[in-house]
């Protein structure tokens, strides 16, 4: 459900193909738009146009997108990458890539916390109330634990992760192509020194 704070204005704007950040992004040659709005066009050639509710609802998920990842894999065609976040609690990709991997003992212990509680229900920051009590909250916060820990051997993480006392999560948490506008500003915060290495 689209938040009430989110107007169905701004909404139809971003939902529109040839809107000036996505025109923008076209002229400028950055993240691949022009050729995946490219390779929309031809993929609706053709077919009825996106109704008024179809645009809304293509432009609330570009903006939320927009708002974990600050860019992501497909401007254009949202759907893989909303798929990605959907039906399951995940940390943000954003508090996750900046906040989190980088003070992974304090999120650690705040997710445990959390984790004692007893509740059902989970109001995220920017999106609807969702199910979920403290299973939900270990198995979003679950990268985070000690590698040696009976949780963390489930994951599938990369053997070379466990040497490294930053903590990242699984490759498949959040996706590659999603976050990387994410870990290249990591990378850049890192060379000039905002972010310590490990």
């Known amino acids: 459900r689209i938040p009430d704070v989110l107007t169905e204005r701004d909404c139809l704007e971003s939902g529109d193909d040839s809107n000036f950040a996505i025109t923008c992004l076209k002229l400028l040659g950055f993240f691949g738009v022009k050729e ?4 929309r066009a031809r993929r609706l050639e053709g077919a009825a146009p996106i109704t008024r509710e179809e645009q809304i609802l293509l432009g609330w998920r570009r903006n939320a997108l927009i708002a ?5 894999g497909n401007l254009m065609d949202p759907e893989q990458s909303w798929a990605g976040i959907t039906g399951r609690l995940v940390v943000p990709p954003v508090l996750g890539v900046f906040v989190y991997e980088n003070a992974a003992a304090a999120a650690r212990d705040y997710a445990r916390r959390v984790a004692q ?17 403290p299973n939900e909250v270990r198995a979003a916060f679950e990268w985070l634990e000690d590698p040696q820990s009976a949780q963390a051997l489930k994951l599938r993480l990369d053997p070379r992760l466990r040497l490294i006392p930053k903590r990242r ?30």
């Not at 995946?36 to 390779?39: G, V």
């Not at 974990?68 to 992501?72: I, Q």
């Not at 007893?118 to 199910?131: G, S, Y």
């Open 36 to 39: 995946k709005a490219e390779a």
């Open 68 to 72: 974990l990842y600050f860019g992501f």
């Open 117 to 133: 509680w007893n509740f059902q229900r989970v109001i995220p920051c920017h999106f609807d109330v969702a199910r979920g009590g």
């Open 169 to 198: 999560p699984p490759a498949d948490y959040w996706p590659a192509a999603d976050v990387k506008l994410l870990r290249d500003v990591e990378a850049f915060l890192t060379d000039v020194g905002v972010i310590r290495p490990n």
